[in-house]
């Protein structure tokens, strides 16, 4: 009865709720989500089983029913060997089909790996902050905090860093996560194959402040981007490194904020903490007498 | 250095709690200690409790003080849990919730590490103590005294760790302080010392544990029980207590290494000069990892011994389960980074590690078709242990499922550090670990106390259980599916996950319900003992245990049995023949209080190493090590039982033979 209500609540909920990884916006959320659902099926290849045989067995051997005492055989331990190596070789056989979906799959969605279509290529530099998020468009030379605005069908390529504790940059309807910590840069490949807002999150417990890391993804025409680009070079303050500095002062449910002309921060950031001793200023200047270009900060994949 | 700050570290009055939620919690632990300590000296109990229990060596009266310890924390713990619920069911849109975020923090972060170290790992310590050695046919663990001081070390790491409710703030990094944010660059006050103390001094105790009872296994084990005769309950402590000795010292060395970074100005894991906050998380998962499996194989044991009882059937495919465990021994040392396949290592790494993770579900699928088959063609009563092995099934199959998924590295991008993983390793971790170790204390609790918990609360825990925890998981699984993260104090309204937040606090109050009717299961059975008295053999059962009187005399066996099969009691049963009960003179350890005492420095030691109080650390590692070396020139621990005295004593107590 209980089993019974709650098949049918938790189906009309799934049906009725926006399930945003089973509902993907994008290629690779779409691949990661026919991951899930191959391994899920292929699972249920041997829970069926399992369960079938854990309510008959239990109900046909209950101790209550004597039309089973005559089966009973207290020093049956099966099955000759033969039985046992079925026992084995069935999950195994499941298992290898798995091992060769992680392979492929791990392969084809390393996020690294930058998307297979002809598509231009946006980069945006991410820095995780005390507690929001800072996009740096360094072709465009614009920034802004807590959104980041792409044309769909165009692969955005984003380098990620922290200059805060770790966390994890995570838009579930376009793309899994990838962790984003201070020092390193790890990067992320994901494409919007329609228009929308998207929910993003930091899904790693970064402070006091980590439940205002959350951030809108909004996917838009290629005109609709221009026109934005266009509107925030028109009216914004500039991103300095004096007012970057002020910007990752810890600050909790910050709101979306635009900055050009932007100073890409990005490779300086990382620097900071690659170089022993050194003020965060001085850290900064340093870096900027070297190249401060975006693809200079793309670690091998 | 003051002479303020020489004496008093970093304590000071500001450090007691700053608000109502947080005093309270104070409150009721300072009730709590102040009722108990009341209680005994009331009742005028002191001395009965210091030479009955708290010196004892005995490992059932060890066992009996892990399982109350494991009980009170999981009290803790639970009310953490429902201030968790409390909190993300109400804290959305407009409205915070009742917790600030900081606090909401503290509270989580305590949860999972009370409920690990101090609840799982308490019970778990429990049950091999009671057990072990009575399966095993010895009279005692391989050493008595290391033993008792494992357990003082674990309580006081459960004292320390519960100090914070008073003293200061708790960590708010999360149950394994991952840095740079458990740093002293972002966590300056001590709730991260806290956490790293009391996991140190517990974590010490259950590697001391660890070796105890691998020694006990491979040395004391009966004449004639050879390996392929060990009860598989003890299989599994061995493969347990193996990760044991390997994992631990791991998570000892990683907890040093923060600590210095914090107080040394060290950089092993800093962000920036140097430190590689990975190599941590590396580690830490390097210990966690095992940590998990530490738990889960003796639950596996408690099913392969309760199965075949209540099936009134021998084990199906012994051998394969036997080889399962150590496939999971040695597999569950190279799955580690699945736990951070989105740091964005190679493709080839995590193919690999994704491989190890989903190839560990063979032997777990293989023992769970081997109890499958136990049931087969038996003749089965549904007592409440086996209930909760129904329901572990049923749970920690689907739960199997969830992991396997995730093990897919593509498939964890999306479901990483979502309430989907949480909801996950709640199914291994309560429906696995936990109701596998409450189907075995009702199992052997009637061994120990010599009369059966009563089974009319004890299903309606079961019942309050299993439907609490798909009533409090299940919507965790979906919110993960619809982009939850993990640990947020807060959410936007229009994300829409307030009404399965809702249910999921639903179902904490059923699993609380569920945990008080195991309490008044306990006073039920302790009113109506005389009419649940025992033979020794209450369930018809088929191992050495079941021989002896219940409750088990202190020495366990008066002869030394010998053991011809693998069911050893149930062999004799069938065939008639009887062990030969020679007598003769055995010596059993002393009651010490040395152990108590060398935690009771080790805490000392601990609170100084939190609060920067560096006189009390050389203080406590002084009455320490003093107190060792005293113990180890005491010569008269032993006392030497007669063998006219175990004849005289055992006249009384011959075990009725079986149902």
């Known amino acids: 009865m209980f089993t019974l209500l709650l098949a049918i609540t938790t189906t009309v909920y799934v049906r009725s709720a926006n399930i945003a990884i089973l509902e993907p916006a994008g290629p690779v959320a779409a691949a990661e989500k026919d991951v899930i659902v191959t391994t899920a099926l292929l699972c249920a290849l041997v829970v069926v089983p399992v369960f079938g045989m854990l309510f008959v067995f239990a109900w046909k051997y209950r101790a209550t029913n004597p039309d089973a005492h005559g089966e009973h055989h207290p020093t049956w331990d099966h099955y000759n060997w033969i039985a046992e190596v079925i026992w084995w070789i069935i999950p195994s056989a499941i298992i290898a089909i798995l091992g060769v979906i992680a392979v492929q799959s791990s392969n084809a969605l390393d996020p690294y790996k930058p998307l297979p279509t002809g598509e231009p290529v946006l980069t945006i530099n991410v820095i995780a902050l005390d507690w929001k998020w800072l996009f740096i468009y360094p072709e465009q030379g614009i920034a802004s905090v807590n959104l980041v605005e792409f044309p769909e069908n165009t692969s955005v390529h984003f380098y990620l860093t922290a200059d805060a504790p770790m966390n994890s940059f995570w838009i579930p309807q376009l793309a899994g996560q990838i962790m984003v910590m201070p020092g390193m840069t790890t990067q992320l490949n994901l494409a919007a194959s329609r228009t929308g807002d998207f929910n993003g999150f930091s899904g790693n417990i970064s402070g006091q402040g980590f439940a205002g890391m959350a951030f809108t993804a909004r996917a838009v025409s290629q005109s609709e981007f221009d026109e934005w680009v266009a509107s925030v070079k028109a009216s914004s303050t500039p991103l300095t490194y004096e007012t970057y500095t002020a910007l990752a002062q810890p600050s909790e449910y910050a709101p979306v904020t635009y900055y050009a002309p932007a100073a890409d921060v990005f490779q300086p950031t990382v620097m900071k903490y690659m170089t022993p001793g050194s003020s965060m200023y001085s850290a900064m200047l340093e870096a900027m007498g070297s190249s401060a270009a975006p693809t200079a900060t793309s670690t091998t994949p | ?659």
């Open chain 2, 1 to 659: 250095m003051s002479l303020q700050e020489f004496i008093f570290g970093k304590l000071s009055w500001s450090v007691l709690p700053d608000n109502l939620i947080a005093w309270s919690g104070a409150i009721i632990l300072l009730a709590g200690v102040v009722a108990v300590l009341a209680a005994i000296t009331y009742f005028g109990r002191w001395k009965w409790l210091w030479s009955e229990w708290l010196t004892s060596l005995d490992p059932k009266k060890i066992g009996v003080m892990y399982i109350v310890v494991a009980g009170a924390m999981l009290i803790r713990g639970g009310a953490d849990a429902l201030l968790i619920r409390t909190q993300q069911a109400t804290s959305v849109g407009d409205s915070f919730g009742i917790l600030s975020a900081t606090h909401f923090q503290e509270i989580f972060s305590a949860h999972g590490s009370i409920m690990i170290f101090f609840v799982a790992m308490g019970f778990m310590f429990g049950l091999i103590n009671l057990v072990v050695p009575l399966q095993i046919g010895a009279r005692d663990v391989a050493f008595p005294f290391l033993n008792s001081a494992s357990f003082w070390l674990f309580c006081a790491g459960a004292a320390l760790i519960n100090c914070s409710l008073l003293l200061g703030d708790f960590s708010t990094a999360g149950w394994l302080a991952y840095p740079p944010l458990s740093e002293l660059a972002y966590s300056p006050t001590t709730g991260v010392d806290y956490w790293i103390w009391s996991l140190q001094i517990a974590g010490l105790g259950s590697l001391l544990s660890g070796v105890n009872f691998f020694a006990t296994i491979v040395k004391m084990r009966a004449k004639g029980m050879t390996w392929m005769r060990l009860p598989m309950f003890c299989w599994t402590v061995l493969g347990s207590m193996s990760l044991v000795v390997f994992a631990f010292p791991i998570l000892t060395v990683t907890l040093a290494l923060l600590y210095l970074d914090r107080t040394a100005a060290m950089h092993f894991f800093t962000a920036g000069q140097g430190g590689n906050m990975m190599m941590y998380v590396n580690l830490i998962w390097a210990w966690g990892h095992p940590e998990v499996y530490i738990l889960i194989l003796p639950a596996f044991g408690v099913f392969s011994e309760i199965v075949p009882v209540f099936s009134s059937k021998k084990l199906a495919g012994y051998t394969s389960m036997v080889l399962s465990i150590w496939a999971i021994v040695v597999l569950s040392f190279i799955v580690w980074l699945h736990h951070f396949f989105t740091m964005g290592a190679g493709a080839d790494v995590n193919a690999f590690f994704g491989i190890m993770t989903a190839v560990i579900a063979v032997p777990t699928g293989v023992k769970i078709f081997n109890w499958l088959f136990t049931m087969y063609r038996g003749k089965i009563r549904f007592t409440s242990p086996m209930l909760w092995f129904m329901g572990f099934v049923v749970l920690f199959t689907l739960g199997g499922v969830a992991g396997v998924i995730m093990a897919e590295p593509p498939a964890d991008y999306e479901l990483h550090n979502s309430l989907f993983l949480v909801a996950h390793f709640h199914t291994m971790i309560v429906s696995g670990v936990l109701f596998g170790y409450f189907a075995g204390l009702t199992y052997w609790f009637p061994k120990i106390f010599g009369f059966r918990l009563d089974e009319k609360w004890g299903i309606r825990a079961f019942w309050l259980w299993l439907i609490g925890f798909i009533l409090a998981f299940g919507p965790l699984y979906l919110l993960g599916l619809e982009g939850a993260t993990r640990r947020l104090d807060h959410y936007s309204a229009s994300l829409g996950w307030q009404p399965l937040f809702a249910v999921a606090g639903i179902g904490a109050i059923l699993i609380a319900i569920g945990f008080c009717c195991q309490i008044a299961q306990l006073v039920a059975s302790i009113r109506l003992r005389h009419e649940n008295r025992t033979s020794g053999d209450p369930w018809n059962g088929r191992t050495l245990e079941w021989s002896v009187s219940s409750p088990a005399p202190s020495y366990n066996f008066a002869a030394q049995p010998v053991v011809h099969a693998r069911d050893e009691f149930w062999e004799e049963k069938m065939s008639g023949s009887k062990q030969d009960r020679q007598f003769e003179d055995f010596s059993m350890p002393k009651n010490s209080g040395a152990g108590a005492i060398i935690a009771a420095f080790v805490f000392v030691l601990a609170f100084g190493a939190v609060w920067h109080i560096w006189w009390l650390v050389a203080l406590g590692l002084l009455g320490a090590a003093t107190t060792l070396i005293l113990r180890t020139f005491d010569e008269d621990t032993e006392v030497y039982i007669r063998a006219s005295e175990v004849a005289h004593r055992e006249a009384g107590l011959r075990p009725a033979s079986a149902v």
